[in-house]
């Protein structure tokens, strides 16, 4: 990979609560390289929004406690001064939350907090500029009339404009890194489809690296060149995109692809996960799955070893899975190619 | 995209060589480690009854608590004052005229001028004013709910009639209100002004009971209820009402020390429980009838009170959150 | 807008009516306002009988009520049963007074309350903050007139220790408190206890109000959209929080003001000032009903243009409430 434009090391968040200390994200790490864009897939809980907000200084540090490495173009923005993050956050680095319309501020115009944007990382640019560069962008993200509009009030958008507003606003000052935490699940279905296409075209505009936080598999075999499975907050498993879905190294994975409803099959029930996902104050020892995991079958590693990331046998380059028995997947696997395909 | 291949078949491939599971009783219990074992009591934990997760979430507080055991002694105290008082209420003494505090002769509260022992007064003040605010509460919080309900839940005509009303007797400033019924209903007993409050005070437990019903109206339990035909009054009783006893007991503890207060004004003021009858009001007006200098006659009723209140704030505080976890914890 | 405004209007003038109908069958059905007199001995029957012609006593409720109303139109409310005193003279002077007493005490209320509430959400679970929600606990359960007489004994005691008045205890004014400057500075100095108590009663209230909406805005996903956006932590919190977290408080303010002149009965009973609350309680003690009624329709008038101007200044702060 050519110099990677964000490398996690270790990432690890913990809060302390009074039910105890809840370990949001464990040991994360991964890297980034520009103008890609990186899945991250999991459950709600799975650590994968806290995760992005942390690196940001946007988890309040306080209740909670972060240690590793967020390298950024090689600075670290754990340990970063807080003057130098608020540059970065908004300007190089940029994020879009999951609801629009409470990300929006409802007492203040469209126009107003697009431009806010603006102006916080160009001091010295004119209202007018700031202004003119806000109708600018609104019409970039496809949203019609955007001179009129720019005046409106976040209630007098729709959900998908909303969403259109606030990509607008993070690809104001032309990001490197673009982190959009589940940008289309607070929408409707075919308003979703609208949004995919909107940040396609603003990653086009910015060339921009972008960070995909979402648990819609579909959207990330959509968009996503490469792609990390969090689970409990650890990664689970890393890979290129074609090669998850082709050859999927880890037991939750597959249980995500078989949950999902197929096209080309005939199903009579759906397939969910067995079980619930853990406490994050009580994690499993061991390997945080292996309740709910089928391929563990009981087997004491499994309940006492917190599984490596590792390239696995039949992993191609770069492919890394959390799994004791990864290897046993792809085993079966050529077992089943052998016997023919299932009836 | 996705390969009819991956399914479970996959993993049961491989396990051909897989030792036995622990899970299935196979392995001796000394294999399973003892962060397994905590894992496991924590799973297991998760069933009880939810009045029991309250009851758990409030004594979690501890400033409630120990509101409930002050309030609870000084209820006692209330309740056995002519028991536990040193000497009776009205009781003359012209040897220890206006003595401030002191230990001599249980004194603890002082004198007035009759001689008459502060600390025995304060204790029947107490039995008198508790249990006006207790009637008050609970006879604002019975009319106010059902009232209440009816306005939410039928809405229209009868919501707005019922509101109209409400509003009519808001419109009024409060104080007012009471003093002026106090004076045309004529108080002085407790029973009386306990009657007046609970007048003024059922409007408000009303506007809340209202506005449960009207966003509960609108929940799927209560079309799914409708739809297995049960009646109005049915669904107010057994579906609604059960759903709102969280916010109203929060709210009629509000009202209780709402009610203390107003009682204790209205008699300080001449206008509430009046002598013979005992209350801390009006023993505070005794009080500042008797001069400034004798500081001790108006100062221990008033805390009294204060107390009261603040354990009962204390108490509702905790009640809120140990409810509704959901919201914040915005303490106090 | 306009319309919203007018109907509600039409529709508080009929609630006032009716309210004002009723107190007055209420208040002129259970007493006699002529009782004493009656009971004196040697009381001239006839000078009873004339009064009683006079302010129509004889006729019913109703008519009684009309005449009242006539009176409160045209003839400045009237004039006092026994004694023939013109009403809006006396409760124009109680209202200037008081008006003093509560306003000031309301401004500075509100000043306190937002710094301390601000303030204890930006330092949530500091010191200041358990210090400010001791404090308010402690101002909701203290009597109102409990505290008026404590700071009264306070006074005293340190006068009984050291000689010296630091401040008058009771009435609005010295017996001679000259004119101009010197008069308001008197005046001023007699008004701090009472400024005094009613500002821990309402900042009370108020810190909590204001700290609980500036808690659930800085929490809120917009004001983190507003951090994302790489602004200060100050602009943060002036631009995004704290003018949004004031805009339920605008409401209480203004539902405040509407009870402040009847909302100081007992301080002013306490420090015997010349004000509407002692108007009040004598008007009540002595049966007569046409004070009492200009009392009250003066209070209730202003509570319902203030619930009003609470609700026009909601609609205009937050841009999602429209009202047609």
């Given amino acids: 990979m050519p110099d990677p434009i964000l490398q996690l090391k270790n990432l690890t968040v913990e809060f302390d609560t009074e039910d105890g200390v809840v370990h949001a994200v464990t040991d994360v790490s991964w890297e980034l390289a520009p103008g890609e864009i990186l899945g991250i897939v999991g459950e709600s809980g799975s650590g994968k929004s806290v995760s992005m907000m942390s690196i940001l200084g946007l988890i309040p540090t306080p209740p909670g406690r972060i240690a590793g490495e967020a390298l950024f173009k090689g600075e670290n923005l754990i340990t970063m001064p807080k003057k130098r993050l608020r540059e970065i956050r908004g300007g190089p680095v940029a994020m879009i939350f999951q609801d629009p319309m409470t990300s929006l501020n409802p007492v203040l115009t469209i126009g107003n907090q697009i431009s806010e944007a603006i102006k916080v990382h160009n001091r010295g640019i004119s209202d007018d500029d700031a202004d003119k560069r806000t109708v600018e962008l609104l019409e970039l993200v496809g949203v019609p009339f955007a001179e009129r509009r720019v005046r409106q009030y ?45 940040l396609k075209a603003a990653q086009q505009e910015t060339h921009a690296a972008t960070i995909l936080i979402t648990h819609d598999l579909g959207l990330v075999a959509e968009l996503a060149d490469r792609v990390v499975v969090m689970y409990a907050g650890r990664v689970v498993e890393l890979s290129d995109v074609f090669a998850m879905f082709d050859k999927p190294g880890h037991p939750y994975t597959v249980g995500l692809m078989n949950s999902l409803a197929k096209l080309d099959a005939e199903q009579d029930l759906l397939e969910p996960i067995p079980g619930q996902p853990p406490s994050l104050v009580t994690l499993p020892p061991g390997c945080a799955f292996h309740p709910r995991c089928q391929l563990s079958q009981g087997r004491a590693i499994c309940r006492t070893e917190v599984p490596p990331l590792r390239p696995f046998a039949a992993g191609v380059g770069g492919h890394v899975s959390a799994c004791h028995f990864a290897e046993e997947l792809t085993a079966g696997r050529q077992h089943a190619e052998a016997a023919g395909p299932v009836a | 995209m996705t390969d009819p291949m991956y399914d479970r078949n996959v993993m049961q491939h491989s396990s051909g060589s897989a030792p036995q599971p622990a899970m299935a009783g196979g392995m001796p219990i000394g294999d399973t480690s003892q962060a397994e ?97 207790v009637m008050v509460a609970l006879l604002a919080t019975l009319i106010g709910t059902a009232i209440g309900a009816v306005a939410g839940y039928f809405g229209g005509q009868i919501d707005n009639l019922l509101m109209r009303f409400t509003d009519l007797i808001l419109t009024l400033p409060g104080l007012a209100v009471l003093l002026t019924a106090s004076v045309y209903f004529g108080a002085g007993s407790p029973f009386k002004t306990g009657l007046i409050l609970a007048f003024l005070l059922w409007t408000a437990v009303a506007r809340i009971v209202r506005g449960l019903f009207l966003s509960l109206r609108e929940k799927e339990f209560v079309e799914a209820a409708k739809a297995s035909g049960a009646g109005d009054m049915r669904i107010i009783m057994r579906h609604i009402l059960p759903n709102c006893v969280g916010p109203i007991v929060v709210f009629m503890t509000l009202v209780v020390a709402v009610a203390i207060l107003l009682e204790a004004a209205l008699s300080f003021l001449g206008f509430g429980i009046q002598p013979p009858n005992a209350a801390l009001g009006s023993l505070i007006d005794d009080g500042q009838e008797q001069g400034l200098e004798t500081w001790w006659l108006v100062t221990f009723p008033g805390l009294v009170i204060m107390l009261i209140a603040l354990c009962i704030n204390f108490i509702g505080d905790g009640l809120r959150d140990a409810l509704d976890p959901t919201q914040r914890r915005i303490r106090a | 807008m306009l319309t919203y405004v007018v109907r509600r209007l039409i529709y508080s003038v009929i609630v006032l009516f009716v309210a004002s109908f009723l107190v007055f069958s209420f208040v002129s059905i259970s007493g006699d306002p002529l009782a004493a007199l009656r009971v004196t001995p040697n009381y001239d029957p006839n000078v009873i009988k004339r009064i009683e012609e006079q302010k129509n006593l004889n006729d019913p409720i109703p008519v009684r009520y009309v005449y009242w109303l006539r009176d409160a139109v045209t003839n400045q409310f009237g004039t006092t049963l026994l004694g023939d005193r013109p009403i809006l003279p006396d409760l124009w002077r109680v209202m200037k007074n008081t008006m003093q007493l509560v306003f000031v005490a309301e401004l500075l209320a509100i000043l306190v309350a937002v710094v301390i509430g601000v303030f204890s959400a930006l330092r949530q679970y500091s010191v200041f903050d358990y210090s400010a929600t001791a404090f308010s606990f402690l101002g909701l359960a203290m009597p109102v007139f409990w505290l008026a007489l404590m700071l009264q004994v306070l006074v005293v005691q340190i006068y009984e220790s050291t000689g010296t008045r630091i401040f008058p205890i009771t009435s609005l004014s010295d017996v001679d408190p000259g004119t101009g400057v010197s008069f308001w500075l008197d005046r001023a100095h007699h008004l701090i206890l009472p400024i005094i108590v009613l500002m821990i009663a ?68 306490v420090f015997s000032l010349d004000g509407m609350g002692l108007y009040f309680v004598n008007a009540l003690l002595s049966n007569d009903p046409y004070p009492v009624m200009a009392w009250l329709l003066i209070v209730a008038t202003m509570i319902v243009i203030f619930n009003l101007v609470a609700d026009i200044a909601y609609g205009l702060l937050d841009p999602r409430v429209r009202y047609d």
């Avoid at chain 2, 209420?89 to 008459?116: C, K, V």
């Avoid at chain 3, 977290?245 to 539902?255: E, G, M, S, Y």
């Fill in chain 3, 202 to 269: 309402q900042v009370s209230v108020y810190s909590r109000y204001m700290r609980a909406s500036m808690l659930e805005v800085i929490n809120s996903d917009y004001v983190r959209t507003a951090r994302a956006k790489g602004l200060e932590e100050r602009r943060v919190t002036l631009k995004h929080a704290f003018r949004n977290a004031l805009i339920p408080l605008v409401t209480l303010v203004a539902l405040s003001f509407g009870g402040l002149l009847g909302g100081a009965i007992v301080t002013e009973t």
């Fill in chain 2, 37 to 133: 074992l905590a894992y496991e009591a924590g799973v297991e934990l998760k069933a009880r009854s939810q009045w029991a997760y309250v009851r758990m979430r409030f004594f979690r507080h501890k400033l409630a608590v120990a509101s409930v055991i002050v309030l609870l002694l000084i209820a006692l105290v209330g309740l056995f004052a002519p028991q536990l008082a040193p000497y009776g209420y009205d009781e003359i003494n012209l040897e220890a005229i206006a003595m401030s505090p002191t230990l001599d002769g249980w004194h603890i509260f002082g004198t007035d001028q009759l001689g008459r022992d502060y600390l025995t007064r304060v204790m029947f003040g107490i039995r008198t004013s508790l249990w006006v605010a």
């Fill in chain 1, 154 to 198: 976040p209630h007098e958008f729709s959900g998908g404009m909303r969403q259109r507003a606030m990509i607008a606003m993070s690809i104001a000052n032309n990001p490197s890194i673009l982190i959009a935490d589940e940008p289309t699940t607070a929408l409707d279905v075919t308003i979703q489809a609208q949004i995919v296409e909107v």
